[in-house]
């Protein structure tokens, strides 16, 4: 059975930061490209950050470019999500995805709640 389950939410004043972790079952994580994605109240699903199977190539969103980094450290079949600079903007629930690509996603977490205090 495939998982994705993430951990590292919370509350945060703005300006700081939080570090989202999504622990993958083997098959996925030596299988696909991982992503995040976040949907804040009110608004639909969007990309913020993916990278690559290899772990190469990663892209971002523009309003987390400089802010945010993604990894995955394939001993632990992990993925990170490090946000600094925190800003209300960012408060969202944050969804770990693999997949092939962007716009094609296989699996989906259960979600994290990040809230972003001003």
């Known amino acids: 059975q495939v998982q994705l389950v993430e951990s590292g939410g919370g509350l945060v004043q703005a300006g700081g930061s939080l570090r989202l972790s999504c622990a993958a079952s083997?098959?996925?994580?030596?299988?696909?490209?991982m992503g995040w994605f976040r949907q804040a109240p009110g608004k639909e699903r969007e990309f913020v950050a993916r990278i690559s199977l290899s772990g190469a190539s990663t892209t971002y969103t523009d309003s987390v470019k400089g802010r945010f980094t993604i990894s995955r450290d394939k001993a632990k079949n992990t993925v990170y999500l490090q946000m600094n600079s925190l800003k209300p903007e960012d408060t969202a629930v944050y969804y770990c995805?693999?997949?092939?690509?962007?716009?094609?996603?296989?699996?989906w977490g259960q979600g994290t709640q990040v809230t972003v205090s001003s």
């Open positions: 083997g098959r996925t994580f030596s299988s696909y490209g």
């Open positions: 995805a693999a997949g092939p690509s962007i716009a094609t996603i296989m699996y």
